[in-house]
DNA sequence: GGTGCCGACTTGTCATTACAGGCCTGTAGT
DNA sequence: ACTACAGGCCTGTAATGACAAGTCGGCACC
């Protein structure tokens, strides 16, 4: 038994291809299909959908992208188990609720607040053209007095006015931006890797610029796929390691 | 003035589009062209390589998941301003899949392969007795080549009984473990940190010991929380990057 | 009862064709 | 000098057809 789907909209407006992505993704994340159930073949949703093979294989690579689906040659297209999703204990987003919990105390300092235009990095991570309004913050965190993590956000400013003005001393910035913005942060992706610290962020570390720390650099988006946050941070792991949960 | 091109081989060893995506991405990754230079259209690329847009595309499109280059409709493609990553996927399956499918060359070398001991910190994390039989792994992944990633595995013998004198070469431990003793991977913890190698490590990396690598140490279990693997890893990521998606 | 092989079904790869729609430039008209 | 627009680029979308290659069940054979 399979669901009646509604018809495509051919007025070009959006893709095929994406439509039929989004009914696809709305069955998966309903959760009609269970972990490792076959979705039907692409010769069968070509036929209940009325396209081509080509537009069940596009929608059907952009669900693979996301990891909604894994397929198998020869056998099918499978609903991937949500298990094989990762979380981040440890960032910056939620990092200080977990240690506090843990009985440490964590205090952040705002080091710099601006309002500035976007460079070419910032506008490539945000998708936002270069030169456009951001709110640029430089923090740095504590762990029971430890300097523990300093981190450079940008957000366009479009997407939260007046953050320049706006005392986060010891708050949470997701909070703020949750509160004040109505921001949810849906998705992200991270690059890690290890690095030495420049004078100045030795310096604010309290660490020699020969100690290896972990950099981060993340871009977060919402629901809609607007970016809305794009941070380097600089971790130090010498006395916290930095954890990752798979499940 | 472009280059010639080494004739691509159709004897389906390998896709086309794949040889092609690896040419055009040695020429990338050359710096035969700079940042925000075109590539040469998908008409031209066509011709040039006599195979069909089809083609083209599937390698255009690796490419730019691989953010080595954009597109702009209308316009054409261009070499991204970026230096290059490696995409590590965080699920409990090996990144060597997720690289080799990216079409890069995964090579892995067993350095050791032995029974032994489970000594203090293995025990932990293993959460069996101190002394109980274990096998160890030392293995070196090398990417294109380069040497990648050192990592140091251990597993309690009495769930992998004979793994000491299976060959694993360039074989996936994971693909072996599932097949050969239906072990499958449910959750894992992971610990990252910014450390130095050893002076043996560095010369298996190719490193210096006083570049900074990532350190990983990990534990794996099964659904019943059996705990099945716990490594201590070290990657280069000097020219490659960690990469993290959060979802 | 086991084994091997065939055929049906699946995804992967590739070619070809067509048109929509964005980008840019040259040119004709003002 | 300026504008409008046509036409020639480019990528994006879509349909169709073909074959390769992996999976799996069933059937015939031993």
Known sequence: MTLTYPPLDRDGAEPLWMQLMRALRAEIESGERGPD?????????????????????????????????????GKGAFVAPR??????????????????????????QTIRQTLGEADEREAALLRIPQG???????????????????????????????????????????????????????AADRWIEAVFPSREDAALLEVSTSTPLLGIESVAWLEDNTRFEAYHALHRSDQTRFYVGIR
């Open 37 to 73: 159930r076959p979705l039907p073949s692409e010769a069968e949703l070509s036929d209940l959908f009325g396209v081509s093979r080509t537009v069940v294989r596009e929608a059907l690579r952009e669900l693979v992208q996301q990891r909604l689906i894994y397929k198998v040659k």
């Open 83 to 108: 298990k094989t999703e990762l979380r981040f204990v440890g960032s910056t987003s939620g990092s200080a609720d977990d240690l506090r919990e843990s009985g440490r105390r964590v205090t952040t």
């Open 132 to 186: 456009e309004q951001v709110v640029r913050l430089r923090r740095l965190r504590r762990v029971d007095g430890q300097p523990w993590l300093l981190v450079e956000t940008a957000l366009p400013a479009r997407l939260v006015p007046g953050l320049e003005r706006v005392v986060l001393e010891n708050q949470s910035l997701y909070d703020t931006l949750r509160r004040r913005y109505g921001i949810e942060p849906a």
